[in-house]
């Protein structure tokens, strides 16, 4: 059985921190090799020259240009390469927000991610409090987040904690200040 593990969460909370973090213990616990996939070092570059070819500026990653044009094909291609992973069974890490995935329950659905029935999959939602994110992306000073940051008022109002049915099945995780513990818990949840 193969793992396909999604860590999902808004910009700042630290999903890219805690997925390196868990990644070597997960696989000492599941006994599986596992792949990495973030998506900022899958379609970076990428990103960066397609949108610096449309708008003149390279880091205008979260303008209405580049989400409505841009952000599924980005999504799309991770999905895919994660997809391939999975066939050759290698265990897949996700890190991506996927916010809009994980709104809508996509991350959850076997037949949307084109995967079979025998993968398992797990998707954490790391968050923290808006003050916490927008200190960690201003101290992280990427110029991916200047957009970001001179529109925080907009940007905020797409900001969501899950409730209700979308978070039926996540595997919610406060990054702010992880008690001693929740690391191991957390893996034995994904596993």
């Given amino acids: 059985m193969t793992h396909l593990v999604f860590f999902c969460g808004h910009a700042g909370t630290g999903k890219t921190t805690l997925a390196k973090r868990l990644f070597a213990p997960l696989m000492r616990a599941s006994g599986k090799p596992f ?33 409505q044009h841009l952000r599924d094909p980005e999504y799309g291609s991770l999905i895919d390469t994660a997809r391939e992973n999975l066939g050759l069974g290698v265990s897949v890490v996700v890190v991506a927000p996927l916010s809009r995935e994980v709104r809508e329950g996509r991350l959850f659905d076997h037949g949307w991610l084109g995967i079979g029935r025998d993968v398992t999959i797990r998707v954490v939602w790391v968050h923290v409090p808006e003050d916490v994110a927008h200190a960690r992306i201003m101290a992280r000073a990427d110029p991916v987040d200047a957009y970001k940051l001179a529109h925080w008022d907009e940007y905020r109002q797409r900001r969501f904690v899950p409730g209700g049915d979308a978070s039926r099945e996540l595997l919610m995780f406060d990054n702010s200040a992880p008690p001693p513990g929740a690391y191991d818990e957390l893996i034995g949840r994904i596993l």
């Fill in 35 to 67: 792949c990495l996939l973030d998506k900022d070092t899958l379609y970076g570059r990428y990103s960066a020259a397609a949108v610096g070819a449309l708008t003149g500026d390279p880091n205008d990653r979260d303008s209405p240009l580049f989400l």
